[in-house]
């Protein structure tokens, strides 16, 4: 059986060994799902996990390749997204500690027991709406856009399914961090952790990495800038780190 389709590509994710297939006129995973996987934490060996809207599969691939711990489930709604993505678990050998399957996060209710998982994590589309939509596959609409669930939605099912004191990490557009806040608040998760994400120094934050705790106290830390460039277009320091890969040497 081949697993890696004549339209697809094998990218190695510099951990552990591991692969993962993708199909570049559907979606292909960017930088911001490698900074969420950095970014949610994963302690325990027996931490239950779970990605909504994972496409792919790549953050909870990547999250067990850094980590070697957790057990994951992945959902998404486009359903050859999750044969691609089980393709990927199979070809790493990882179908006992990760499933993907083909759910609609709305029928969270339906899938999944209340107060069960440790840890959320989504990398959830981030254009409210239709907003700048534009003629494109309907992967990456599906991906950019809100228009199968909304960040409400995501953050509902998160609500229902952690336990108290579980987590949910999410990356996201600076716009959109009042809606999250006030989202998870209505759901009783409180935001106790962000870090804002910024192209070069001195430049606004593209980005930004929020943690909620469901039941927790009131008090949010804000941490140090992540800066991805340098001013000379190279990466910093601490994105080589991200990724795994060794910096290049001065000439």
Same mark, same amino acid.
């Given at each position: ?5 004549? &339209? ?10 591991? +692969?993962?297939?993708? &199909?570049?006129?559907?979606? @292909?995973?960017?930088?911001?799902? /490698? ?35 957790? +057990? $994951? ?23 006992? #500690? ?8 709305? #029928? ?6 209340? %107060?069960?998982?440790? *840890? /959320?994590? @989504?990398?959830?589309?981030?254009? +409210?709406?239709? &907003?700048? *939509?534009?003629?494109? %596959? ?10 199968? @669930? ?9 609500? $229902?399914? *952690? ?5 949910? @990490? ?6 959109? *961090?009042? #809606? ?6 209505? &759901? ?9 994400? $910024? ?28 800066? /991805? $460039?340098?001013?000379?277009?190279? %990466? ?16």
């Amino acid at each position: 059986m081949t697993l890696v389709n004549s &339209n697809e590509r094998l990218d190695d994710l510099d951990r552990n060994g591991y +692969k993962i297939i993708q &199909n570049p006129e559907v979606f @292909c995973f960017g930088i911001d799902a /490698v900074l969420l996987s950095h970014f949610a934490k994963v302690t325990k060996k027996d931490q239950k996990v779970l990605d909504i809207g994972t496409g792919t599969g790549i953050i909870p691939i990547l999250m067990h390749a850094v980590y070697q711990k957790g +057990k $994951y489930t992945g959902i998404d709604i486009q359903e050859e997204m999750v044969e691609m993505a089980n393709r990927s678990l199979q070809l790493n050998e990882i179908t006992e #500690d990760i499933q993907i399957k083909h759910v609609d996060v709305k #029928d969270y209710r339906n899938h999944f027991e209340g %107060h069960s998982l440790d *840890l /959320v994590t @989504c990398n959830p589309p981030y254009m +409210k709406g239709t &907003n700048g *939509l534009k003629n494109e %596959h309907p992967s990456k609409t599906i991906a950019r856009h809100e228009v199968m @669930c909304t960040l409400e939605d995501i953050i509902e099912a998160a609500g $229902y399914v *952690l336990k108290v004191k579980g987590k949910l @990490c999410m990356i996201h557009r600076p716009q959109r *961090l009042a #809606d999250i806040i006030c989202a998870m608040r209505q &759901n009783k998760i409180e935001p106790k952790r962000l870090r804002m994400v $910024y192209p070069k120094p001195g430049q606004a934050p593209t980005m930004i990495l929020i943690e909620g705790v469901k039941g927790g106290n009131s008090e949010m830390r804000v941490e140090k800038p992540l800066i /991805v $460039y340098n001013e000379d277009g190279t %990466h910093t320091d601490e994105i080589y780190e991200i990724y795994g890969r060794e910096k290049p040497k001065a000439q």
